[in-house]
T-cell receptor, first 114, second 114 residues
């Protein structure tokens, strides 16, 4: 069964600093991978996704993520964090077998300090 | 991406009662999904709803507790039946997007059961 691990429950960074959120997945074949963001009191917004091809994917709001098959990882990065990036971030893995089942990680809550 | 709305956005209910949550999409979609996000937790898939067929429930969720309707390609409802305080959660609907395995989420319904 597919699974996702986000080892960091909570991360605090200073505004303007770089950010990396970790995500490791378990899946038998090439996975579909996603990062979603949930701002306080809001639903989930898709930041970016990986299906195939270039392993470095660009998303909205200046985020990017890199798929590393050898490490089973899909870490999310941003070179300079803004106060508005404070939110909870969820990594997810989708079933490339066509069932459309998506499994979410437990989330990483990002705090941005001035 | 699809625009998804949910009603109600939040509610406070008494134990033993039932609440029906509506999910409306601005375009026709094949698959709709219902998730539960308990306080401080990640998303857990409750069921997948295809138009014209019975919903498919995930392990731990049953139709008697969470009956789902899917009368057409733009609408679905989830009922939380015989509620208890443990049902206090955010309930989110999502739909499949134009890309494979990509889901777009509604804003969620925040339910508190007293």
């Amino acid at each position: 069964a597919q699974s996702v691990t986000q080892p960091d429950i909570h991360i605090t960074v200073s505004e303007g600093a770089s950010l990396e959120l970790r995500c490791n997945y378990s899946y038998g074949a090439t996975p579909y991978l996603f990062w979603y963001v949930q701002s306080p009191g809001q639903g989930l917004q898709l930041l970016l996704k990986y299906f195939s091809g270039d392993t470095l994917v660009q998303g909205i709001k200046g985020f990017e993520a890199e798929f590393k098959r050898s490490q089973s990882s899909f870490n999310l990065r941003k070179p300079s964090v803004h106060w508005s990036d404070a939110a909870e971030y969820f990594c997810a893995v989708g079933d490339s077998g066509g069932y459309q089942k998506v499994t979410f990680g437990t989330g990483t809550k990002l705090q941005v300090i001035p | 991406s699809a625009v998804i709305s949910q009603k109600p956005s939040r509610d406070i209910c008494q134990r033993g009662t039932s609440l029906t949550i509506q999910c409306q999409v601005d375009s026709q979609v094949t698959m709709m999904f219902w998730y539960r996000q308990q306080p401080g937790q990640s998303l857990t898939l409750i069921a997948t709803a295809n138009q014209g067929s019975e919903a498919t429930y995930e392990s731990g969720f049953v139709i008697d507790k969470f009956p789902i309707s899917r009368p057409n390609l733009t609408f679905s409802t989830l009922t939380v039946s015989n509620m208890s305080p443990e049902d206090s959660s955010i309930y989110l609907c999502s739909v499949d997007g134009s890309s494979p395995e990509t889901q777009y989420f509604g804003p969620g319904t925040r339910l508190l059961v007293l």
